[in-house]
């Protein structure tokens, strides 16, 4: 009987590779997380915070690895003197061979020392330079001055140095 059992045991057996063909023949994820909480440090320095309610994990792609958001991410990043930049948004998906990531659905940019707010419905994030882009429209806030880049903008991640494409707005002008 226990000859038969581990012999039975031995011969159901999938190695990974097979499990992770079948998974993406079908189009499914590798892996399914619910109310996600990553904290991502670098040399003891917190560099991160990531927060979803849903990742699908897709990493079993061999052409395009990528993962995916479905119900939004809230992600604020830390630069070296602990300034912070928060993003928000309702959905998002992270190509994994580019390090581009698509985010949009009433995606809001937040730099915090800097008070400045970008509005927009889709933006791109190169994280391997940290920029954003997008020929979507895009209103940018600090403070009573509003700029709206009819079609759309780019810029550093913490907004910094925006270029708004086709802008108006309201300036205030200091007369000093």
């Not at 690895?65 to 939004?72: A, C, H, N, R």
Request: aromatic share 10%; hydrophobic share 35%; charged share 20%.
């Amino acid at each position: 009987m226990t000859i038969s059992l581990v012999a039975m045991l031995f011969s159901c057996g999938n190695n990974y590779e097979e499990v992770n063909d079948l998974l993406a023949d079908k189009n499914l994820p590798i892996a399914v997380t619910k109310n996600i909480s990553l904290v991502y440090t670098d040399s003891g320095y917190v560099k991160n915070k990531l927060n979803a309610a849903l990742l699908y994990n897709f990493e079993n792609r061999k052409n395009h690895p990528y993962q995916e958001f479905p119900k939004g991410i809230k992600i604020t990043t830390f630069d070296k003197k602990g300034d912070s930049t928060t993003i928000t948004s309702d959905y998002a998906i992270t190509y994994q061979n580019t390090n581009i990531s698509e985010i949009k659905g009433n995606v809001i940019v937040f730099n915090h020392s800097q008070i400045l707010t970008l509005k927009t419905k889709q933006l791109f994030w190169d994280q391997s330079v940290n920029y954003f882009y997008s020929s979507k429209k895009a209103t940018l806030y600090k403070l009573q001055d509003t700029v709206v880049g009819l079609d759309g903008f780019d810029s550093n991640a913490d907004l910094t140095n925006a270029s708004m494409m086709n802008n108006s707005g309201i300036l205030h002008v200091n007369e000093n």
